[in-house]
């Protein structure tokens, strides 16, 4: 099959909102047919091009006509031999961010020497799509619905940090402390849901951990999240409201990644009892004690809002079947998704 360069259809859908379905019905062709024209794996009829055109709202040469596309130098030293790699385009420059190999998601690229630029996957795809990174899972169900974006796990200081430092697209916070406030300053804040954060231990609670004050308990031991985290903020904050430091609390130093990886160490044994959200503990069959509702919102800068990827986004957020299907998840509120918060 001859192969062409990929076309600007997926940027001009993605701007309306619109899946592939809704615009394959309007036009009249298939969901597979119009897949391979916006992948570059087919050239469109002249009947289609114009109907294309029509339905989206701009001629034929800006749909389908040549694009630039610039050689972008590749980071070196992205690894060891085999490392597998999400790449990101941000502000003119590529970023590397290795993939957990445990993750189950397709690789960009390949380091295959250590000292040599990676072999990349799929030349085009990566450079249009947007790279999401946060704490929570709805960001991958809302990177997976878009049909253009991919999702890192991080917790809110990390996603911040890689935020500043140009690394990925757009970020989903909770919580922020003062100092990543004045850090994301300027940039708009976007609602994607809200969902209790608490204590989650094993069924039966044998232990009988009721509060904050029973972390300081010489027989019970926490697992806590990585520094920067919310979900460990919160736990620094309740601890100080009952008068306890970190050091009378067993465990405190023992960090994982993730609510999901809490609330699988409670559940396997490692720990007593963790911060996670509810969600994570009914997925692991644990007891559940609400401490705080947060509220998950997206950090978008101003000169990435009007990518057409992001307002694809953005519309997918205010989806009733984003709604349903995030708000299915136990202790979700979506009910403002996709609205604006304001600026930061």
């Known amino acids: 099959m001859a192969e062409h360069a990929p076309s600007m259809l997926r940027e001009r859908r993605l701007l309306q909102g619109w899946s592939q379905d809704t615009l394959a019905r309007l036009v009249g062709v298939s969901r597979q047919a119009l897949n391979a024209l916006e992948r570059g794996h087919a050239q469109p009829s002249v009947e289609t091009a114009l109907a294309l055109a029509s339905v989206l709202g701009t001629t034929v040469e800006a749909l389908f006509g040549k694009r630039e596309t610039g050689r972008l130098a590749l980071p070196t030293r992205a690894g060891p031999a ?11 420059r590529v970023h590397a961010h290795r993939l957990d190999p445990n993750a189950g998601e397709p690789a ?59 690394q990925v697209h757009v970020v989903g916070v909770h919580s922020l402390s003062d100092r990543d406030r004045r850090r994301v300053k300027g940039t708009l804040l976007v609602h994607l849901a809200t969902w209790p954060l608490g204590l ?20 019970v031991r926490i697992v806590n999240r990585e520094r920067g985290a919310s979900a460990r ?26 609510h ?16 996670t959200t509810e969600a994570a503990a009914t997925a692991h069959r644990l007891e559940f004690r609400e401490l705080s509702e947060e ?11 009007a990518r057409p990827e992001v307002q694809g986004l953005l519309a997918v957020a ?27």
């Open 82 to 92: 085999g490392t597998r790699l999400i790449l990101a385009e941000v502000a003119g």
């Open 233 to 258: 903020a919160l736990l620094d904050r309740q601890l100080s409201e009952v008068g306890l430091s970190a050091a009378a609390v067993r465990g405190y130093d023992d960090e994982l990644q993730g």
């Open 108 to 166: 960009d690229a390949l380091v295959e020497h250590p000292r040599r630029p990676p072999t990349l996957l799929e030349p085009e795809r990566w450079r249009r799509t947007l790279l999401l990174a946060g704490c929570d899972p709805a960001l991958r169900m809302l990177a997976v619905r878009s049909g253009n974006a991919r999702w890192l796990n991080a917790g809110t200081g990390k996603a911040v940090d890689l935020l500043v430092r140009r």
């Open 200 to 219: 989650a231990v094993r069924r039966g609670n044998r232990r009988g951990i009721h509060g904050i004050a029973d972390l300081a308990r010489p027989d």
């Open 318 to 344: 205010r989806t009733p079947v984003f709604h349903r299907d995030v708000g299915a998840l136990p202790g979700y509120g979506t009910s403002r998704s996709g609205q604006p918060v304001g600026l930061t």
């Open 260 to 275: 999901e990886a809490v609330a699988r160490a409670v559940a396997l044994g490692v720990a007593d009892v963790g911060v």
């Open 295 to 305: 509220s998950f919102n997206l950090v978008i800068r101003p000169d990435e809002l």
